[in-house]
Nanobody, 126 residues
Framework: EVQLQASGGGLVQTGGSLRLSCVAS????????IGWFRQAPGKEREAVAC????????YYPDSMKGRFTITRGATKNTVDLQMDNPTPDDTAVYYC???????????????????WGQGTQVTVSS
């Protein structure tokens, strides 16, 4: 069974930092793209960062550049999202996503991924 388990959310102050982690299981981790999306209250889901795990090429939408960093995690089959200097506008539920028919980080971030984890809440206080 394909599963994505996100963790690390919580309350962070403006200007602080937070690291989210996604553990993937049930598929060959090194063959596909893994991404982080988010959804704020009353807003559409949007891409934050995506990583091609077969060649470690990452992609960030322009609006996310400079504040988020996506990397492989320290443990096997994990992808982390580092959030630096967040603002209250970054408050959202953050989801780990994947597409087993896609290995391009750019393509994943410009799609509606078919596989979603359960989400982790991030709240940024001012």
């Amino acid at each position: 069974e394909v599963q994505l388990q996100a963790s690390g959310g919580g309350l962070v102050q403006t200007g602080g930092s937070l690291r989210l982690s996604c553990v993937a299981s049930g598929f060959n981790f090194d063959d596909y793209a893994i991404g982080w999306f988010r959804q704020a209250p009353g807003k559409e889901r949007e891409a934050v960062a995506c990583l091609s795990t077969n060649n470690d090429i990452y992609y960030y939408p322009d609006s996310m550049k400079g504040r988020f960093t996506i990397t492989r995690g320290a443990t096997k089959n994990t992808v982390d999202l580092q959030m630096d200097n967040p603002t209250p506008d970054d408050t959202a539920v953050y989801y780990c996503t994947a597409d087993l028919g896609q290995s391009s980080s750019y393509a994943l971030c410009h799609s509606r991924p078919p596989i979603w984890g359960q989400g982790t809440q991030v709240t940024v206080s001012s």
